[in-house]
């Protein structure tokens, strides 16, 4: 996975082995003087997707400089993990690691000693923040479609008492995180085995879930996998109660989507600190959903069969394509036409006609990734929008989509109709290409489909370049 990172300072021999570690890894770094005030940074550099700083750096220091970010109403969800390349003792680390916290930073590490836990770690994180910014992205939309001042920077940090559930063992540490998370006023749900946990997740509007990786006679990384693949608790956060022989395991659960880990025996205040600092990530997040979920409902859907609209669409599509050239990536466009629906609506009435694009709206929701975009683009054309999915991915997901729709007639009423759609497919890197661009190429595609037959897929390959 690649992303943008933030290196301060990094001119220091430590941090000078970990620029190299990171370059080999692929990652961008970007670098600002350590003088300069966090406040000033989207003047001279782009924004980061995780910054990392040196505990031990002098004014300020990586605990001080962690406080100005978290202070920056417009940098303060930046993931930011604070580092040291010193050999501190056990007792010295477990403080800073406090201090880290208590400054707003989602981990403090140790490297090169964990590079391989620093590395799953950051492609954790960076996971976290895209999610953020793909609804961000959709908020800023919104406001532009609305002709409306974007200004409000979340819920109040104060939200209320969190719900937690809890998956340990009762011989575990569950009694001591239960009394350490009650008495900073939460409600914690002990759940008995890994089967519970996940009926409890989906059941329950948790704002945190907390697992010990040493379940006896169960497989928590299977549990962490499930929550992830559940749709009610797909964005529920995940912290694992580790030990110290368990990096192999740590490193696999982050690359599951855990979010965050607790070596045993733990300190109280960093249970509680990465416990508050997770609630306020997640119900950030939710205050985006909801909004945007609001504000979609108002103005910005298709009446018939709840899809986005024409004008939201060609926002959306304008904003990613922009975004291109930034961010490296590939994005893919689906021109989606029910095929003959004229005879639908000759043959049975517009109110069956009306039934068959709702259907088949609802069909293509269910084929897409979390972090695609339907639209209704007119009439019975429909277009989906898929961020970071090259040719061959979209052109497998059109595949699917087709023989899906051909696969099971509609029913409306006591009639069964049969419904076929074909399908053009772009893809671009955005080099020279506006939305407008790929939409015609999309659209290019979809008339080769039909002039070949109907009821299939053509790619219209002529905006995919070779990435420089």
């Known amino acids: 996975m690649s992303a943008r990172i933030l290196l301060i ?12 570690a990171l370059t080999t890894e692929y990652y961008d770094l970007v670098t600002v003087a350590c003088s300069d005030e966090p406040i ?9 997707d995780l910054i990392i700083l040196d505990a031990m750096a002098a004014d300020p220091d990586g605990f001080t400089l962690c406080r100005r970010i978290k202070s920056c109403s417009h940098l303060r969800h930046l993931p930011v993990l604070i580092v040291t390349t010193a050999a501190d003792t ?18 403090y590490l140790v490297t090169p000693a964990h590079d391989r836990i620093l590395f799953a770690r950051i492609r954790s994180l960076v996971r976290l923040k895209r999610t953020l910014d793909e609804w961000k992205l959709r908020e800023e939309t919104t406001d532009l479609l609305m002709d409306r001042d974007g200004g409000d920077c979340g819920p109040a940090e104060d939200g209320g008492p969190a719900k937690i559930l809890l998956v340990d063992n009762p011989t575990g540490h569950a ?11 939460n409600t914690v749900i002990v759940a008995p085995s890994c089967r519970t946990a996940l009926i409890w997740a989906s059941e329950i509007d948790c704002d945190v879930a907390i697992i010990n990786i040493s379940l006896i006679d169960d497989d928590p990384l299977l549990l962490c996998s499930q929550i992830r693949l559940a749709l009610p608790s797909r964005q529920l956060p995940i912290l694992l109660m580790i030990g110290d022989s368990d990096d192999q395991r740590l490193t696999k659960g982050l690359d599951l989507g855990v979010d965050d880990y607790l070596l045993r025996p733990f300190d109280s205040a960093q249970l509680v600190a990465r416990t508050r600092t997770h609630v306020r990530r997640k119900r950030y997040q939710q205050w985006l959903r909801s909004n945007f979920s609001t504000n979609v409902r108002l103005a910005l859907t298709d009446g018939l069969t709840g899809l986005y609209n024409r004008g939201y669409l060609d926002r959306h599509l304008a904003t990613m394509v922009r975004r291109l050239p930034l961010d490296g990536a590939i994005l893919s466009v689906l021109m989606i036409d029910i095929d003959h629906f004229k ?12 039934n068959v694009l709702r259907v088949v709206a609802q069909r ?13 683009y007119g009439g019975e054309e429909f277009v989906v929008i898929m961020p970071e999915c090259p040719l061959d991915i979209a052109l497998a997901i059109a595949d699917r989509l087709c023989r899906t729709i051909a696969e099971a007639p509609v029913t409306c009423g006591n009639l069964l109709v049969t419904v076929t759609i074909s399908i053009g497919v ?14 015609r190429a999309a659209d290019d595609g979809l008339y080769r489909a039909k002039r070949s037959g109907r009821n299939r897929v053509v790619a219209n390959t002529l905006l995919v370049k070779e990435h420089a």
């Open 9 to 20: 300072p990094h001119d220091t021999a430590g941090f000078r082995h970990l620029a190299a």
């Open 40 to 48: 000033e940074w989207p003047k001279t550099c782009p924004v980061p």
């Open 90 to 107: 056990e007792e010295t680390r477990a403080l800073n690691r406090g201090r880290g916290f208590e400054a707003g930073a989602e981990d």
């Open 175 to 185: 009694n001591e995180i239960y009394d350490a998370l009650s008495a900073d006023g």
């Open 343 to 354: 005879a639908v609506n000759d043959s049975h009435g517009h109110l069956a006609g009306d």
């Open 364 to 376: 293509i929701l269910h084929h897409l990734r979390a972090a695609d975009l339907a639209a209704r």
């Open 426 to 439: 772009a893809s671009t890197n955005g080099t020279s290409v506006n939305g407008e661009t790929l939409l």
